[in-house]
């Protein structure tokens, strides 16, 4: 297995050469298929809540885009480290599919007052972490859910970059507003590890033949799958 560098923005090929550096062997128990879809939205996910926000047991910890790959993966993570997990999804198959993975508690993310049911859902307390890959469409709403000292760190921006939000909650809260893009070898290794003893799954919603890929492109525009899409090599 390879993971590589972001000298190329995206690729679909049948051979890619990878620096040693680059190269990680894995467990026999663990199909490549599996750790196609688990090391980068593991390892980002792993930087995200373990070495930037150290999250600990019995915090509670807010886990954005539940259904999504990196979400998968985050709810997992903060279970591992026994936290309890609110996560957010954009429909009904995709909250009860977040419970099955072990968040606690799950909120549909596209209406309007999701916020305000996951206060409610903490007492009013806020959260300890928040888990953040959308963006300017709900980046205000979850500063105002994290309680004092609070972490969100972020990994993308998928509704838009140029949010705003209100500095007092920074200030008088003193939160903690961090960013992670992918992460470290160990992270990788972590998550292969976890992986190869079942306590991490790698969630496959469709594995592609090589020549119809554009299937899972539009698929994944739509916006209609659980876990992430899969390509296998044609033989040469």
């Known amino acids: 297995m390879g993971i590589s560098n972001w000298s190329i ?3 679909i090929c049948s051979i890619y050469i990878f620096a040693r550096s680059q190269r990680y062997k894995i467990p026999d128990n663990v199909s490549f298929e599996d750790a196609a879809a688990i090391s980068m939205v593991g390892l980002t996910a792993w930087h995200m809540l373990v070495t930037r926000a150290n999250i600990q047991p019995g915090q509670t910890v807010l886990i954005m885009g539940g259904g999504s790959g990196m979400g998968i993966a985050g709810i997992q993570i903060a279970k591992l480290f026994n936290c309890d997990v609110i996560a957010t999804a954009g ?4 909250m009860n599919k ?7 508690l799950v ?5 309007p007052d999701w ?6 859902l903490t007492n009013n307390q806020g959260v300890d972490t928040i888990f953040e890959h959308i963006g300017k469409s709900v980046f205000a709403q979850e500063v105002s859910l994290l309680n004092m000292g609070g972490t969100l760190v972020s990994t993308g921006a998928t ?4 949010s705003e939000i209100d500095l007092r909650y920074l200030f008088f809260r003193g939160l903690n507003l961090m960013g992670a893009t992918q992460g470290t070898r160990g992270g990788l290794e972590e998550i292969i590890k976890w992986t190869s003893k079942g306590k991490i799954k790698a969630i496959i919603d469709t594995v592609y ?3 119809d890929m554009v299937m899972g492109h539009i698929k994944m525009m739509e916006s209609q799958l659980f876990g992430k899409l899969v390509t296998t090599p044609q033989k040469l």
């Open 91 to 94: 429909n009904k198959e995709k």
């Open 107 to 111: 909120v549909n993310h596209r209406e």
């Open 115 to 120: 916020y305000k049911k996951v206060r409610n």
């Open 98 to 104: 977040c419970l099955e993975l072990g968040a606690d």
């Open 159 to 162: 509704t838009g970059y140029d």
């Open 209 to 211: 033949p090589f020549g």
């Open 9 to 11: 923005m995206g690729r």
